[in-house]
């Protein structure tokens, strides 16, 4: 059944196959042993180098300037309050408009303000009729000033009294020499003194109703006032804003229910801003009123804003011994806001020579900056201190000098003593 030679070809392929796999071991063998052999003879492999660019550190004449941080706020802010209590009728104004100054913010319900208006009136006019009534009775015009003497009643009662004198002092001369009796002479003397009485009762009278003209007069003032202060009170109605500026929050709504000490908006001028700085004492005589500042802000990193120191505290803080200076910075296109954090620069007049790299040369961690010098294709790491910023510019007061070659890229890869190629 089986063919006599088919155990002879297994054998045959058996033993090729043998054959060929110890061929392919010894070849395995031999190439490792060598590469090994490579390896100890070289030693251990070493890291590639880190590709970088460089710059060349310059030395440039830098302004000079004192940095510190503050906040912005408004020129001028105020917080507007009624002065009478009201419901408010009318809202004219949103958060984030611009008024000016007189313009209405909110208008309260007048109605009440409007019958006091009317009712003053009608007692101004009240007292003005009681005021003719009391000139009448004294014979003068409004307006006219007052003479006791020219009242008729006083007129002719001092007429009459000035012709009783004269017959009185004509009969004392008579009397003596017997030309009248003495009993006519008595009746002369008791006319004299009734007609006396009755010119002092005419002053006196005259005198009352002249007080009682000037009791009606200041009724009249008296009653006008009231009524200026009822339509002084009617204008309150219109809520007006007393600057220029933005509404930086309107919480009164349309309705509600306001007092003279409910806030109804809140106006901000911002143009220009102000910012407080400290300064340091030693450069207090460096800093003057109408010097240049310039402002950055985390949301404008890329542009300066320019100003100029307006005022100077005359105090020093003892506790940290640095002075406050308030700037102004011009803000006509409303890119700054109050309230934002802002880094201050004031200029200085005079220039100084200063070492400038990149500043993407510069790498910091936990506070050290360090930057990393090429020298015959190696790393030398330089721990440095940093100052002011030019553009993309950066100041080093110390650790590199001028011409040296500075990494500029591949920063983060780099430690001392690495090989870099350019």
């Known amino acids: ?22 061929l392919l ?15 100890d003879a070289n030693g251990p492999a070493q890291p590639s180098a880190v590709e970088v660019t460089t710059a ?15 906040s912005l706020s408004g020129d ?22 611009y008024v000016k100054r007189g313009q209405t913010l909110v208008r309260l319900d007048d109605v009440d303000a409007k019958l006091r208006v009317q009712q003053g009136q009608a007692q101004v006019e009240q007292a003005k009729a009681a005021l ?18 020219k009242l008729p009643e006083v007129a002719n009662a001092r007429v009459a009294l000035e012709l009783a004198e004269k017959n009185l002092r004509r009969s004392e001369k008579l009397i003596e020499s017997g030309d009248v009796s003495r009993s006519a002479y008595d009746a002369q003397k008791a006319q004299r003194d009734q007609l006396k009485e009755q010119y002092e009762s005419a002053l006196s009278l005259a005198r009352q109703n002249y007080a009682a003209v000037m009791t009606a007069r200041a009724n009249v003032a008296n009653a006008e006032s009231q009524l200026s202060l009822a339509v002084r009170n009617q204008s ?3 809520v007006y804003s007393p600057i220029d500026g933005y509404v930086a929050d309107r919480p009164a709504d349309l309705g509600e229910y306001v007092s003279t000490n409910t806030k109804i908006a809140t106006i901000v001028k911002i143009n220009p801003l102000r910012v407080r700085i400290d300064i340091p004492e030693q450069a207090i005589p460096a800093v003057s009123v109408g010097q240049s500042v310039s402002v950055t802000t985390s949301a404008w990193p890329d542009r300066n804003f320019s100003g100029r120191i307006a005022r100077i505290s005359p105090n020093v803080t003892p506790t940290s011994r640095t002075l406050t200076v308030e700037a102004e910075i011009e803000n006509g296109g409303g890119a700054l806001k109050p309230g934002q954090f802002a880094t201050v620069r004031i200029l200085q007049l005079r220039a100084a020579p200063a070492t400038l790299v990149p500043a993407r040369a510069v790498r910091t961690e936990s506070g050290v900056s360090r930057v990393f010098v090429i020298k015959d294709g190696k790393t030398q790491e330089r721990q440095v ?4 910023t030019e ?16 990494a500029t890229s591949n920063v983060e890869q780099l430690s001392d003593g690495m090989a870099v190629k350019q």
């Open 56 to 70: 060349t550190a310059i030395v440039r004449e830098l302004p000079r300037y004192f940095e510190a941080t503050g």
């Open 385 to 388: 201190q940093l100052g002011q």
């Open 132 to 149: 003719r009534q009391a000139e009448e009775k004294v014979g003068i015009r409004p307006g006219q000033a007052f003479d006791i003497n």
């Open 76 to 97: 001028e802010q105020t917080d507007v309050s009624p002065s009478m209590a009201g419901k408010v009728s009318v809202v004219a104004v949103e958060m984030g408009s």
């Open 25 to 39: 071991l010894l070849a395995t063998s031999c190439g490792g042993s060598k590469a090994n052999t490579r390896s």
């Open 1 to 22: 059944m089986f063919s006599p030679r088919l155990p002879v070809r297994v054998v045959q392929l058996f033993s090729l196959a043998l054959a060929l796999s110890g």
């Open 391 to 406: 553009g993309d510019l950066i100041e080093i007061k110390s650790g590199v000098a001028e011409n040296e070659s500075v």
């Open 236 to 238: 309150y109605a219109n």
